[in-house]
């Protein structure tokens, strides 16, 4: 939790990212991921001054739960004093303890994006999916928080003026946006009208300029006029030089199975799972994992 210190821009964490999506798609499946096409709503985790702390905080720790599809969870939450913004304590269930920094006791709005983060912990660690080492795996909760729903809260937490800073999460408010973004475009919603942090809603402008950037890479047919020339140019050399591979600075590269047709391998721009195709001009491609449909000129 960034409280007051400086926070981290950018996409630093952007390959984690992608490859916590693609990882998503492979352990939940096309049809599982679907099911998420409703995000938390805002008014099912409001939070006043009014409220009574703890019995507010079980509300919100339900609908996490409820959300995630957890029945059968039930998250006991505590606060105490703390460095992180918070913990949970990951056993077999079906209780678990989550601790919320005591800051939130006078911080109520943003309790929901704590738990937010907490209850996908519980949600990985039953799905078994996790990634090596604390920093990937933190990507990893963050990542699949926001692409299954739940993570607008996340990125509205952010809030930054000249003389204070608060930033829930492991990604950046750019990440939280691009991947929001991502969720947005496939799901057809418009998460920009839930953010209460004028922040927030900047980094995910951000996050879905980035996030259209990755449906307009060759050999995608969208691909803008740069691209393509650059595209035409490192074909001509996989084929006239019989050197297939990967060229710096782009996503694809090219290849060839036991001196076959040259085909062009590329991340699908929906899950990032890696596709390939033959290079024959224009192809129409449908993703394995998550089943998105391609337009390509190889």
Not at 145 to 171: C, I, M, N, P, V
Not at 195 to 202: G, N, R
Request: glycine content about 8%; hydrophobic content about 35%; proline content about 6%.
């Amino acid at each position: 939790m960034a409280n007051g210190g400086p926070v981290e821009h950018g996409y630093p964490h952007l390959d984690t990212v992608r490859a916590a999506v693609t990882a998503l798609y492979k352990r939940l499946s096309y049809d599982t991921v679907r099911s998420f096409a409703t995000s938390v709503a805002p008014a099912d985790v409001a939070f006043s001054d009014q409220d009574d702390l703890h019995l507010g905080a079980q509300r919100v720790a339900h609908e996490m739960v409820r959300h995630y599809g957890l029945p059968d969870a039930r998250i006991i939450v505590s606060f105490r004093e703390m460095t992180h913004a918070a913990n949970v304590e990951l056993a077999a269930g079906p209780e678990y303890f989550v601790e919320l920094n005591d800051r939130f006791r006078t911080h109520r709005r943003d309790i929901g994006a704590a738990l937010a983060h907490e209850v996908m912990h519980v949600y990985l660690h039953r799905l078994d999916l996790s990634f090596p080492g604390t920093r990937d795996n933190e990507i990893l909760t963050d990542t699949a928080a926001t692409y299954l729903g739940a993570g607008w809260l996340l990125l509205d937490a952010f809030r930054e003026d000249g003389a204070s800073s608060q930033k829930l999460g492991y990604l950046t408010p750019e990440e939280f946006g691009y991947v929001l973004a991502k969720r947005a475009l496939l799901f057809g919603e418009d998460p920009a009208i839930w953010f209460t942090s004028p922040q927030a809603y900047a980094a995910y402008t951000k996050g879905l300029a980035q996030a259209r950037r990755d449906e307009q890479q060759p050999p995608l047919t969208a691909a803008g006029w740069a691209g393509r020339r650059r595209y035409a140019r490192d074909r001509r050399h996989a084929q006239d030089h019989s050197a297939p591979g990967s060229h710096p600075g782009v996503p694809y590269s090219f290849t060839s199975a036991d001196r076959g047709p040259l085909g062009v391998c590329f991340p699908c721009p929906t899950c990032h799972q890696r596709i390939r195709v033959p290079v024959r001009g224009r192809v129409r491609a449908r993703c394995g994992l998550c089943r998105t449909v391609l337009e390509c000129d190889t």
